[in-house]
């Protein structure tokens, strides 16, 4: 599992990076669940957090701009190119 924030400004900015890099991946499954042999990228703030208010998440160091990626079977170089579409 790799987990990363994006940067960002504010936590309405941060939310909205964070879901244009996710939105962007086409290899990747957009889940909450982590046990799978694809790879998996989340944004825990709304997803496995997302009944915490936002206090709590801060507390547990869940940011809105935090993406979560469980790594599958794929080929790295694939997958790498399917977050570098996000990340530009």
Do not use: C, W, Y
């Not at 889940?31 to 997302?50: E, R, W």
């Amino acid at each position: 599992v790799v987990s990363f924030d994006v940067k960002a400004s504010n936590p309405a900015e941060a939310r909205a990076r964070a879901f244009h890099v996710i939105d962007s991946t086409k290899l990747m499954s957009v889940t909450a669940n982590l046990g799978d042999v694809k790879t998996i990228i989340t944004h825990p703030a709304s997803t496995s957090h997302g009944r915490l208010t936002e206090e709590q998440r801060q507390n547990a160091g869940i940011q809105q701009s935090l993406i979560r990626i469980a790594v599958g079977l794929e080929h790295v170089g694939d997958l790498q190119t399917d977050l570098l579409r996000g990340l530009q």
